[in-house]
C-alpha cells in the first residue's frame, strides 16, 4: 500500500510554527497579522470553507474577520468592500471566496484586491512573479503551494520527473505546473480535450487531479510507484471522496494523498502564512 501524504498531520505542524511568528510580531512590533475574507451569499460549502479559515487563524493568534454581502449584491457593493481593505493597515491579506454570484467578473474583482495583500496568491501580478520564478517575492496560490510543501516533507524530489497535472484552473492547474517546472520536472497539463487521457496519467511519475469529478482516475491507469495527489472534494452517496478512486490507485501508487484530510488542510495553511509573510514583509518595509 502507498505511503499516506497527511495533510492534516503536517499542517498542525506548521500551524504550530505559525503561531510562534505570530507572537513574535505581536511582541516585537504590536502587529496583529490580519486575514480577511469577502463572502458573498450563502452557498453552504463556501459557508464551511470560510468557517475552517476563521477559525485556523484565530487559533493561532491571528485577527480575522468576515465580510458578509447579500447574495444579490453587485459587483459596485463587492468592489466596494475590497476596495476598504485594501485601504485598513490592520489587513494583511484579503481573500474574496469563490465561487461568485452569476454575472460577477471574478477576473475583475481579483484585480481590484491589492497585489500586496493577495494572500491567495491569484492576482495577475503574483500570478506573473510566479512565473517569473522564485526570485521575485509574492504570495503564491495556497493549493499549489500547500502541495509543494507536504511533498517536501517526504522528500519527494521532482527533478527529472515526469508530472502530469490535471486540469488548468488559474487556482490549482496553471500555478501547480509552474511550481513542478521550477523544480525541474517534465510536465504535461491535461484537460478537457485532450484526447487519451489514461495514455498520458500512465506516464505521470508525479500525478496531480483536480478536475472535479468523483473517483475519475483509477488505479489500473497509474505507473507503478506514481506520487498521486488528489485536490478534487467531491459528495458521492453522502461520502467525502476525490477525483481519484483511492481504493485502487492506493494499491498501485507509492504515495498518494487522502481526501478528506490531505490537500485542503494544506490550503488553509498556506493561506495563513502567506497572510504572516505579509505582515513581516510590511515591518520590514
Not at 498501485?252 to 505579509?278: E, R
Request: hydrophobic residues 45%.
Amino acid at each position: 500500500m502507498a505511503t499516506i501524504l497527511d495533510g492534516k498531520a503536517l499542517a498542525q505542524k506548521i500551524q504550530s510554527q505559525l503561531q510562534q511568528r505570530v507572537e513574535n510580531l505581536r511582541h516585537h512590533s504590536g502587529i496583529i497579522p490580519g486575514l480577511a475574507v469577502v463572502l458573498v451569499g450563502n452557498d453552504p460549502a463556501s459557508a464551511v470553507y470560510v468557517s475552517n479559515k476563521e477559525k485556523a487563524a484565530l487559533k493561532i493568534g491571528m485577527k480575522s474577520e468576515i465580510v458578509r454581502l447579500h447574495e444579490r449584491s453587485g459587483e459596485t457593493e463587492i468592489l466596494l468592500a475590497v476596495k476598504q481593505l485594501n485601504e485598513r493597515s490592520d489587513i494583511h491579506g484579503i481573500i474574496v471566496q469563490m465561487p461568485l454570484p452569476a454575472g460577477t467578473s471574478t477576473e475583475k474583482i481579483i484585480q481590484t484586491i491589492n497585489p500586496a495583500k493577495d494572500a491567495d496568491g491569484l492576482h495577475p501580478q503574483n500570478l506573473g512573479a510566479l512565473c517569473w520564478g522564485g526570485g521575485m517575492r509574492a504570495p503564491r496560490p495556497c493549493t499549489p503551494l500547500g502541495i509543494m510543501t507536504l511533498l517536501d516533507s517526504h522528500t519527494i524530489s521532482c527533478q527529472g520527473k515526469h508530472a502530469a497535472v490535471l486540469g488548468r484552473s488559474a487556482i490549482v492547474g496553471k500555478p501547480m505546473a509552474l511550481m513542478l517546472l521550477e523544480r525541474h520536472a517534465t510536465v504535461t497539463i491535461c484537460h478537457s480535450r485532450t484526447p487519451d487521457l489514461q495514455t498520458e496519467v500512465k506516464r505521470a511519475d508525479i500525478l496531480v487531479v483536480a478536475i472535479g469529478v468523483a473517483q475519475k482516475v483509477q488505479g489500473d491507469w497509474l505507473k507503478p510507484g506514481a506520487v498521486v495527489v488528489d485536490v478534487g472534494m467531491n459528495r458521492l452517496n453522502g461520502k467525502l471522496v476525490g477525483d481519484v478512486d483511492f481504493d485502487s490507485t492506493a494499491k498501485v501508487a507509492s504515495a498518494i494523498t487522502p481526501v478528506p484530510g490531505g490537500v485542503g488542510p494544506m490550503t488553509v495553511t498556506m493561506l495563513l502564512a502567506n497572510t504572516i509573510a505579509i505582515a513581516e514583509r510590511n515591518l520590514i518595509l
